[in-house]
């Protein structure tokens, strides 16, 4: 695969004028001041009053044509009311303005032609300005005119002026940009929009024991386990090794839920009386608002709720009014820790889901979302390619969607989001999307909107106060390889309100303490991550406008677990990155002990004597040596935030094969021969890992055999060099047997031998446990 030019997927910083002024890096004092001002005509149409009947009947279905040029916006209609009341705002783009008088009309619904009512007219030249924090706008009473700028009967309640995006009336009004869009459900899919994750709780369930059950075959000892339910959420306790009516587990059970709280616990208790056929004991539901709430890891007391049997009566479940039986249990929901619902590795939000154990923030973010470029089209309309784009951010509990821009390759968003900081080391994650339910889009239902990119930017990254400008590359990695569909063009400002506490922050645990005391298991997190994601995406999609699960979790990385052959080279080549600097201090060590430099070696040794006659300089010697190489970087120290990097990923020399195997489904859904091929790769690329496993656990054997007797001549060699490597230090001073130790290793060239040492090959002979495995 021919590799993509480099420089396509690099960051680029900008100049862009914010807030009116350009940006130079310092921090801007306006209350907006992260994005470029765009200039919009505002109508505010509130209502009527005293319309003129039309119809025959004398009744009237009155509505309001907003127009300027060939911009046309409506509100909707009532039928039969001469005094509506329509509350609905109008934007037009400045930039798009081609007409002098805005024209203001009430019309009468028809089935043949819409009627004529009366108008007001503006001036555009008239209208004021009005730019936030100015209190909104007052709306007044406009006596309607014909078409003669004649008074008529009627009045018509407006406000028109001229703001910017900063305006209130922003979100909610209706843009000249859309007018090629149709619909209420449309309409409302365009829209800006603010959204909060819902509030996650771990809930445990600790099974302690049931009593007095009562099996339905009590010739035989009962084989009982808990079964318990939350909504998607189905999990069960091991089977009872006491085989008696009063069973004992004692086992813990770890769901999600999210309030609103709105389906109960649903708890069973099952006797598996066939390999394939289990009897229900028992069965009691138990609403979540009555459960109680933990901050830290000291227990609540037990509870015995009774189980209720229902049997078959005519074809009804009945409840059996008989003895009942009980099950002790302790419930509570866990408020000392964060519900995962993102990747540690670039999480948002590390706070505990109990709002009492919260710290106060550190600082705010900001970010202006200004505007995208070269974006790629995402589909066909009328028989031409199209992108209606949107933003969507997410950073801690609050998910923030920018409007659509119908129709339009370089789109201008220019909208301005904050939010609190409590921990540096997070990350926001911005994503670009194409808006696939517009103009009917959704009739069927099964519309996707399609992934146009994604940025993520490390806070801790970031200098405080500097407001950053760049250009994002937008890459998304498909069967075909990496590509880049655009570029993101964002302002980002982290202010910190107390340094002090931010650093402080660097000494505290990453998650909250309930993590570490009473910590959960691996498997757990993974599955009670994939509840946590599947929760919030389900609850994102109920919202209106609704955002929909495939953004939620192509935003929450819900899929990243998965096996990938670019992903597992990509972190086999970060991990040689981090040992290349071991591997250099080893090289450079060799050379030093060869004399590949002389003069290097003379002076190492000159040190080697300073630090052994005075060893409490090794320590300072350290740390200085530390702190000057820190001071020496900082010149070179990044001055852009990170971004995707394709090399890194592996993505720029992907084979096609392993792409195509990470887009696989799970399970697979490719031919067999292709997935025998993956196989065969697979236990190879296994082997090799598998080899060197084994010889890691050979060394540490060897190690083991030392003292273990299992080659009792080596250890009776080894014992006896203990022995008197012990007498020999004893008598001997410390330096002198570092200096002796020393000089022997970097000894010159001149008296080495090129055969492995005594000890090495002493090493190399002990025994393992090779031999005793097929």
Known sequence: MQRPPQEDFSLKETKPHLGGGKVTGDKLTSTYDLVEQMQYLYVRVVKAKDLPGKDVTGSLDPYVEVRLGNYRGTTRHFEKKSNPEWRQVFAFSKDRIQASVLEVTVKDKDLVKDDFVGCVMFDLNEIPKRVPPDSPLAPQWYRLEDRNRNKVKGELMLA??????????????????????????????????????????????????????????????????????????????????????????????????????????????????????????????????YIDRRLDHRPINSKWYNLEKHIMVEGEKKKEIKFASRLHMRLYLEGGYHVLDESTHYSSDLRPTAKQLWKSSIGVLELGILNAQGLSPMKTKDGRATTDAYCVAKYGQKWVRTRTIIDSFAPKWNEQYTWEVFDPCTVITIGVFDNCHLHGGDKSGGARDSRIGKVRIRLSTLETDRVYTHSYPLLVLHPAGVKKMGEIHLAVRFTCSSL???????????????????????????????????????????????????????????????????????????????????????????QICHWKNPITTVLIHILFLILVLYPELILPTIFLYLFLIGVWYYR????????????????????????????????????????????DRLRSIAGRIQTVVGDLATQGERLQSLLSWRDPRATALFVIFCLIAAIVLYVTPFQVVALLTGFYVLRHPRFRHKLPSAPLNFFRRLPARTDCML
């Open 636 to 679: 070179w120290r990044p001055r852009n935030p990170p971004h995707m990097d394709t090399r890194l990923s592996c993505a720029d020399n992907a084979h096609p094969d392993e792409l195509d195997e990470e887009f696989d489904t799970f399970p697979t859904s490719r031919p067999p021969d292709i997935v025998r091929m993956r196989y």
């Open 160 to 289: 028109v002026w001229m703001g910017t995006q900063a305006d209130e009336a922003f979100p909610e009004s209706w843009h000249s940009d859309a007018a090629t869009v149709s619909g209420a459900d449309a309409l409302a899919n365009i829209r800006s929009k603010v959204y909060l994750s819902p509030k996650l709780w771990y809930l445990r369930v600790n099974v302690i024991e049931a009593q007095d059950l009562i099996p339905g075959d009590r010739s035989r000892f009962p084989e009982v386990y808990v079964k318990a339910i939350l909504g998607n959420q189905a999990l069960r306790t091991r089977v009872s090794m006491s085989k008696t009516i009063n069973p004992m587990w004692n086992e813990d059970l770890m769901f999600v839920a999210a309030e609103p709280f709105e389906e109960p616990l649903i708890l069973s208790v099952e006797d598996r009386v066939a390999p394939n056929k289990d009897e229900v004991l028992g069965r009691c539901a138990i609403p979540l608002q």
């Open 500 to 590: 002090m506490n931010m650093m402080h922050m660097y000494s505290q645990p990453l998650l909250p303490k309930m993590h570490y005391i009473h910590p959960l298991t691996v498997s757990q997190l993974d599955s009670l991550r994939h509840q946590a994601t599947q929760i919030v995406s389900m609850r994102l999609s109920r919202a209106e406008p609704p955002l929909r699960k495939e953004i939620v979790e192509y935003m929450l990385d819900v899929g990243s677990h998965m096996w990938s052959m670019r992903r597992s080279k990509a972190n086999f080549f970060r991990i040689m990155g981090v040992l290349g600097g071991l591997i250099a201090i080893g090289r450079w060590f060799d």
